[in-house]
């Protein structure tokens, strides 16, 4: 099939995905820059003498300095091998709270 409809590489096989398998150095960096904006946020509410449940939640939840880079920058998959995938391959990941992970993984 010649012309303007022949069929090419990305028609056949669909949408060419274009998500590196790891974050960059600058896609690291802005990951703990937005968890130290949220454990800013959360310090101030706390600060205002604001009561409520989702409040407590989000006190339980371990700070940026305390999380170890794996939990930072993965999170866990059942799916994946090794049950971890990079965190920038979840859906809506930088509006997620993705800091606690199942233990031993």
């Given at each position: 099939m010649f012309g303007a409809f022949r069929p090419t590489q990305p028609s056949m096989i669909g949408l060419l995905w274009k998500t590196p398998w790891k974050l960059s150095r600058t896609r690291k960096a802005n990951v703990?820059?937005?968890?130290?904006?949220?454990?800013?946020?959360?310090?101030?509410?706390?600060?205002?003498?604001?009561?409520?449940?989702?409040?407590?939640?989000a006190l339980e939840l371990p700070k940026e300095h305390e999380m170890p880079p794996k939990d930072k920058y993965t999170v866990f998959s059942k799916h994946a091998r090794?049950?971890?995938?990079?965190?920038?391959?979840?859906?809506?990941?930088?509006?997620?709270?993705?800091?606690?992970?199942?233990?031993?993984?």
């Amino acid at each position: 099939m010649f012309g303007a409809f022949r069929p090419t590489q990305p028609s056949m096989i669909g949408l060419l995905w274009k998500t590196p398998w790891k974050l960059s150095r600058t896609r690291k960096a802005n990951v703990r820059s937005r968890l130290k904006l949220v454990d800013s946020v959360i310090e101030a509410v706390k600060e205002s003498g604001v009561q409520c449940a989702a409040l407590d939640k989000a006190l339980e939840l371990p700070k940026e300095h305390e999380m170890p880079p794996k939990d930072k920058y993965t999170v866990f998959s059942k799916h994946a091998r090794g049950y971890r995938k990079g965190i920038h391959k979840v859906p809506k990941w930088t509006r997620l709270t993705l800091r606690t992970n199942p233990k031993g993984f």
